[in-house]
């Protein structure tokens, strides 16, 4: 199949009755409702995003966003998956954002 030679066998390229079961078990803790209950952490991050990124306006330097998004999303699905307070955005994190980035 073409698209599992791209991106290999998963969700994605199961089969129908595969997916359909694997669909069913992974919905519920997207629902909504638990998704809303993500909402101010999802806040917290987006706004310790913007600080970062607001002390290079104006600059009129080209700056590289993507270790910014990284620790964002980072700490956010730590948090919301694990309970566990990374801080990668605050430079809290140990060496897990360098040896991740590696």
Known sequence: ??????????????PLEKWKKTRKI????????????????????????????QQHCGSGVEIDFYPYFFT???????????????DSQLGRSGNWSQVIFR
């Not at 964002?72 to 990374?86: H, I, K, P, W």
């Open 1 to 14: 199949m073409f698209v599992e030679a791209m991106v290999g066998a998963g969700l994605l390229t199961a």
């Open 26 to 53: 992974l919905t519920p803790p997207f629902s909504p409702k638990n998704i809303t209950r993500f909402v101010p952490l999802m806040n917290e991050r987006a706004t310790i995003i913007i600080q970062k990124m």
């Open 72 to 86: 964002s999303a980072f700490d956010t699905v730590c948090e919301a998956s694990f309970g566990v307070q990374v």
